[in-house]
């Protein structure tokens, strides 16, 4: 009878406890100590033993995996790269296609560490082999795993009901929510050596509450997500799928009662393996995700080229660590960097490593590094990386075959839209634009030079002769400064037919650019008259129309060195093939959209400016285009 009432006493210690049965030969004799038998004892020199030398439970014994809380995992969304991404890939010869591909074979490039946070795998919600921590807080929910042995034998699993205790037969009720896992067989002990005597007992954990944590910020999967009340930092994340395209990897917070108790950077996991920062959370946490801080790029010849996170003060070297290094074939002096505040310039600066392996890195720079294979091929056989930008349908950087053509760069960007205006389109080589600053400056000394011997074989004859050529001297000394401060672009002249509709097979070399504009609707006239401006191109007119429009040049133009700036980058001046402004070879030419017309002033006349195309040279044959008219004016 005794037995049935204990086992109807155990069904009722929880809702959903399973209980073995004790096996008490005889109540009295328990009661007086005398000792029965567990189905497999354990030594008492093997247990440690707590304050009152009673043995506790190994604090550290895995809880069972079979009893694990079951979460419903959503599949990962499909990666999304955002536009920096984007933009190494395209960089590292991979655009959305896949019809371009890198020289190297890369078959990928990812923000660091998004292939690992992302991973299906990676949704479990706990390692199911993990070790139970001591300091494991025990709360409403938990199953516990109780053994008794020695006056009493018993295998005992008791839920911790929602007021935080469990019931155990002949004992009663134990208050157990709150208490430190470590503590536990300190609790039940006491409260059990007030019924038995000469016991043994060990407390594990089986099933595991859940817990309700809330996900900030800028998540994958933002919101309030259900996990096992074992679950870290880390977990959660890769529960709500971890940091979108503008979450942060490297700042994330774990927030309990309105104060910040933990800083995550998943950095310290990925590349050093230290967890040591990664908490157990609690029922209500938040764990905030940052928006993304500085990102740089690496490709190229290293162990893992990726888009890395900076922190303040990352250099060159903390981002190649952070890649794993150069890789075996690796040319350590090849080391390349793309600033983003050179980009629209196509400057890149070599860098000596490791001379400048601690120089600061900067948001939206571009690391490369070079094989020894590809630095042992001529430069007709390397693979070429070209810039293609405007009115074209998917803009960017592409890396082509060696023997690509202009016409195969407009192709791999998907072609003109319909606003493009090719004969506008404006190509250029850094190798020409070398040149172009050497013989420019070359030019303005040449210039420089003729100005002086004019202002010094000029003899003046009267005070207001003498003031005259001082202030002649001193406008073209201010006009020689302005022009020092105009760069060279580059800019190949392609020479195009108004109605080309396609560019030339023109070789490509690396690090060219192309850039179609969209068809402009007006011409400019600017100088030397009175209502200079832009106006509203006509078909039919021609470029006299335009300069009555702009009420034609003043009393101080010099109406023979007229020229004309066309979209394409040509030159065309009113003194070519020996004809002059009013012989009718530029008045009746016949305007094109985008045109630019520009009157000099008139200028004291030197060997250098005598030339008919005196500044039609310095346009055309440096490419200043339109930007050196103004300082012309």
Known sequence: MRHIIWMLLLAASAAQAQVDPLQVANEPSAAAGSPIRLRQAVPASTMPANRDGAPVADVQAPYSPQTQPRHSVEPPPPYQPDDFERYVRRLAGLDESRAVVAPGGQLDIRRFGAEVIAAPQALASVDHGALVPADYIVGSGDELQITLWGSVDADVRATVDRSGRISLPRVGSIMVAGTRYADLPDVISRRVGQVFKNFQLSVGLGQLRSVRVYVTGFAKRPGAHQVSSLSTIVNVLMRSGGPSSAGSYRKIELRRGGQTVASFDLYDLLLKGDKSADRIVQAEDVI???????????IGSVNKPAVFELKPGDTVQDVLAMAGGFTAVADRSRLTLESLADRDGQRIAQLRWPDEGKRALESGDVLRAFSQVDARLSAQLQNKRVRVEGEVAQPGEYVLPPDSTLADALRAAGGLTPLAYLFGAEFSRESVRNTQQENYERALRDLEV??????????????DEAAAQAAAGSGSSVLIQRLREVKPTGRVVLQLDPAAPQLPAMALEDGD???VPARPN?????????NGGSYLFTQGKNIDDFLKLAG?????????????LRANGSVISARQDGRWFGGGSLASLGAQPGDTIFVPEEVGKTTFVQNAKEWTQILAQFGLGAAAIKTLK
């Open 288 to 298: 905030h995700i940052g928006s993304v801080g500085p990102q740089v790029g690496l």
């Open 450 to 463: 003729e100005f002086a011997k004019a202002a010094y074989t000029r003899k003046a004859l009267t005070a």
């Open 513 to 515: 650019r192309l850039y």
């Open 522 to 530: 007006t011409v400019g006239v600017f100088g030397s008259v009175f």
């Open 552 to 564: 034609g040049p003043t009393r101080g133009a010099d109406a023979e060195s007229v020229f004309v």
